[in-house]
């Protein structure tokens, strides 16, 4: 209040004067509450999230035939508003426009189908109330569920805005990463090791390009069940962001693949992998072999490859013995061409490499003078030969497309079960499953129906080199992305029934050009139960 006996100029000078320090306080106030929240947010602290129950309307969306929140769910207003479930199938509608009003969504998901209405529209319209609430029934189509979203930030954002406690201890940010490609896992020192290639964060569009790595525990060893997700630990540096695994010195991006656990010389148990160097997405600039670090939590090299090595290590590493006690390294790209005895100086030789090939020992492919091995009545003999290029599923196309190898000889032309077309298998893993007594394969096909790299098929096989004869689709994304998928054999439950797996959810790769908010360029995990009569089509029934 300012005091009755000052004439207008002091009366307006002091009411300026007011002004100006209330404005100021006002300052002050939000720097003080913005430090606390750095202050805070750098300790790890996590403010509660969550929004005015009576403002908000939820909406779960849940699967049909079990009643699990379906995580990657978009609604759509007929706005253009866009909402996508969290790992838990819900979201949260507080747009102060749509409250109080009844609207209708559009409901779509790769993979899973919401029932039309008389006018064939896949939606409902909802009475939007504050405090409400709505549950949304679809049906799965992928013969695959999918469970949760494994990286990225948000992963249960509109869970925790409504109150609900997550499965994992950061379901917010975890190691400030909003996006990873491309896992590799294994099992080290009983404890699981997790490393994905190139990793994006919030703070600025670029992230790091030397692969990131995270621990978590086994589900055994007071990890979580993998139905309900992962707790990851990163590695990070300083600034609390994910930090690179690799510190070679020279520029480039550095992916890893065929990570492989085993004994040194030394009988110590030791991570190894195969890294490569990259100019950009095509350009190698060198690779060879790195080994795991336990007190630098790096890996470092160890051996270096020529550029023009026919076998080496490459996509995803299982241990198999077939026909003799001796254990091998076989490495799925998806076809398991390439293998190496599972001993600590084989691994480190390139010339103790295999390739299950047609070529004659020593042979590199010529397309056109191909130096094949025939028996006496013309067949090809394939063999695992030490030095010998193997002939890729695309090489083998060509040579059938000149007629250099007839179209019998082939061996990697998998068709689809459902129709009997050839697909092109892109990149997998491979293991062997107790429950169906062989080999079974995940991997993503390019040139798709629905997407170029989005559909994911099953295979199974008596022997690792094949053949892979039939697959069937057990995964597919409309005009979106879902490569490198792994299936995590550490993970199989009810003696391999259940097997899981995970893929990179990109639209890198694909039609689209409206990347889903949090899950573009992250990891999507899927359950698959091998117990579905519609994967009996693999042996043709």
Known sequence: MIPDHFDTRERASLHGWLTRRRRDFRWQMLGFLVGLCCVCGASGWVFPAEVDDNRAFSIQVVDAETGRGVPLVELRTTNSLRYVTDSSGFVVVDDGDLLGTRVFFTVSSHGYEFAKDGFGFRGRALDVEPGGDALLEVSRVNIAERLYRVTG??????????????????????????????????????????????????????????????????????????????????????DGFSRPMFELGRPGMVWIDALMTLEDDDGQERLICHYSRMKDLGTRLEHGLAVFDDESERFEPVRRFADDERLFPQGHAFRAAEDRDEEYFYFATAYPLIRVRARWDDVLDSAR??????????????????????????RLVYEWRPDTAVVTPE?????????????????????????????????????WNGYRERYVMIAARSYGESSFLGEVYYAEADRPEGPWDRAVKVVSHDRYSFYNPAHHRFFDAEEGRLIYFEGTFSHTFSETEDPTPRYDYNQIMYRLDLADERLRAVDGG
């Open 353 to 378: 490499y295999e390739g299950f090939t047609p070529l004659q020992a020593g042979a590199s492919l010529s397309e056109s003078d191909p130096e094949f091995v025939r028996d006496g009545e013309g």
């Open 395 to 431: 090489q083998e196309r060509t040579l059938m497309q000149t007629g250099t190898m007839a179209e019998e000889e082939g061996r990697l032309q998998t068709i689809d079960a459902s129709d009997g077309k050839t697909i092109r298998l892109h990149n997998g893993s491979v293991h």
């Open 153 to 238: 930030s948000g992963i249960y954002a509109d869970s925790l805005k409504l109150g609900h406690q997550p499965p994992i201890e950061r379901p917010l940010l975890n190691a400030q990463v909003s996006g990873q490609d491309s896992v590799q896992a294994a099992i080290y020192h009983e404890r699981l090791y997790w490393f994905w290639g190139d990793t994006s964060r919030l703070a600025y569009p670029l992230g790091h390009f030397g692969t990131a790595g995270a621990v978590s525990e086994l589900p055994a060893n007071g990890g979580l069940d993998p139905s309900v997700g992962v707790n990851l630990n990163y590695f990070t540096g300083e």
